[in-house]
């Protein structure tokens, strides 16, 4: 069975004050990883998709990086305006119209 | 671009009521769409695949009768909830794959949901 954990659940930064998110994966031939925000009532919205072991996305204040076994949002220098709930998903195995997602990162960010 | 569009963002209905929510891709065309279920401190549950011009497949224990899905054309997917109940209240976001009949391996691009109160 596909599965993702993201950890932590929560996270709590200073304004300015790097940290990393993991995301975790199972799956059976891996065909893609993607991140997204969420804000506060709003739907998911794409930020990256990674493909392949070793490959990295960067966007802005934000780069994302992909193992054999689990990905990591990095946030440098983070603002209060990155506060919000990274997702991490992955295409499953078996339904291959479907997507698995991660119980997520509730990131604040206080100025 | 792959610009994803649903309404209305917000509902209120009386208990026993239907409510229909419509989601829109603006850009692009999608065969597929997807509905999904969110609540409050959890992650998105897949409730149902729309297919367009065929049948949803429904995931395990969402009832097909209750949600009520139809995908007329490739830019547009309905759900209806019909005879709501205050434990539908939820909110329901759709998706699609961005780019014409995206591939599988493309990212699910995300509606901005709708908040369903049923009172």
């Known amino acids: 069975e596909d599965q993702v954990t993201q950890s932590p659940e929560a996270l709590r930064l200073q304004e300015g004050e790097s940290s990393s998110l993991n995301c975790s994966y199972t799956v059976s031939g891996l065909r893609g990883l993607f991140w997204y925000r969420q804000d506060p009532g709003k739907g998911p919205e794409f930020l990256f998709t990674l493909y392949s072991a070793g490959e990295e996305k960067e966007k802005e204040r934000l780069k994302a990086t992909l193992t054999k076994k689990e990905s990591f949002l990095h946030i440098t220098a983070p603002k209060p305006e990155d506060s919000a709930t990274y997702l991490c998903?992955?295409?499953?195995?078996?339904?291959?119209?479907?997507?698995?997602f991660g119980t997520g990162t509730k990131l604040q960010v206080i100025p | 671009g792959a610009v994803v569009s649903q309404h209305p963002s917000w509902v209120i209905c009386k208990s026993g009521t239907s409510v229909k929510i419509e989601c829109r891709s603006l850009d692009f065309q999608a065969t597929t769409m997807f509905w999904y279920r969110q609540f409050p401190k959890q992650s998105l549950m897949l409730m149902a695949t729309?297919?367009?011009?065929?049948?949803?497949?429904?995931e395990q224990g969402v009832e097909k009768d209750k949600f009520l899905i139809n995908h007329a054309s490739l830019t547009l997917s309905t759900l209806t909830v019909t005879s709501a109940h205050p434990e539908d209240s939820s909110f329901y976001i759709c998706?699609?794959?961005?780019?014409?009949?995206?591939?599988?391996?493309?990212?699910?691009?995300f509606g901005n949901g709708t908040r369903l109160t049923v009172t």
């Open positions: 998903a992955v295409p499953n195995s078996g339904g291959y119209q479907k997507v698995t």
């Open positions: 998706s699609a794959r961005g780019g014409n009949r995206g591939s599988l391996n493309s990212p699910l691009h």
């Open positions: 729309s297919n367009e011009g065929s049948k949803a497949t429904y």
